[in-house]
T-cell receptor, first 115, second 108 residues
Framework: SAVISQKPSRDICQRGTSLTIQCQVD?????MFWYRQQPGQSLTLIAT?????????ESGFVIDKFPISRPNLTFSTLTVSNMSPEDSSIYLC????????????FGPGTRLTVT | GQSLEQPSEVTAVEGAIVQINCTYQ??????LSWYQQHDGGAPTFLSY????GLEETGRFSSFLSRSDSYGYLLLQELQMKDSASYFC?????????FGAGTTVTVRA
């Protein structure tokens, strides 16, 4: 299994500002995923981050709002730009296990509150 | 796209058995996964079914019927620590699509 850490664990931000969330994995992985989970809701995939290429965004998510970097095989960042209260959510990164995409390991999440 | 349906809440007493059903509609399908998430925690992988039938992992079992687009997670000998949210998810093209989740509350 992979051990994943995220920074920050939580933050309170003002609307109009941006926050960058870091995700660090203890082993090299090809694919990393970023999810959003609003309170009491399910997980929604934002994008897939591959090293050496542009992130692939899901419907409803755009690069200008959620730019992603993937500089190496153990690290990725997600930026939430020009935040509004609707962006208040938990943001999680995940990686695939060796068995396949159906088994993913998640970071502890970043709880973001936008005021 | 993908659509998954599961009950929103289930309450049971310690020692009981709980079955969480999941029906899905997908444009493609590789398999059905189950994840557990405690309040404030990260989702953790429980089980996966690619083929029809039952997979058993300790007190938890998962079942899949591809012809019925249906699966379930069976929690046996419920313990207080099993109080959590449980999500079914379908995998396709290296991505997971999650159901809305079922909150299981275990009472003493």
């Amino acid at each position: 299994s992979a051990v994943i850490s995220q920074k920050p664990s939580r933050d309170i931000c003002q609307r109009g500002t941006s926050l960058t969330i870091q995700c660090q994995v203890d082993s090299q992985v090809t694919m990393m995923f970023w999810y959003r989970q609003q309170p009491g809701q399910s997980l929604t995939l934002i994008a897939t981050a591959n090293q050496g290429s542009e992130a692939t965004y899901e419907s409803g998510f755009v690069i200008d709002k959620f730019p992603i970097s993937r500089p190496n095989l153990t690290f990725s960042t997600l930026t939430v730009s020009n935040m509004s209260p609707e962006d208040s959510s938990i943001y999680l990164c995940s990686v695939m296990g060796l068995a396949g995409e159906y088994e993913q390991y998640f970071g502890p999440g970043t709880r973001l509150t936008v005021t | 796209g993908q659509s998954l349906e599961q009950p929103s809440e289930v309450t049971a007493v310690e020692g009981a058995i709980v079955q969480i059903n999941c029906t899905y509609q997908t444009s493609g399908f590789y398999g059905l996964s189950w994840y557990q998430q405690h309040d404030g925690g990260a989702p953790t992988f429980l089980s996966y079914n690619a083929l029809d039938g039952l997979e058993e992992t300790g007190r938890f079992s998962s079942f899949l019927s591809r012809s019925d687009s249906y699966g379930y997670l069976l929690l046996q000998e419920l313990q207080m620590k099993d109080s959590a949210s449980y999500f079914c998810a379908v995998s396709l093209d290296y991505k997971l699509s999650f159901g809305a989740g079922t909150t299981v509350t275990v009472r003493a």
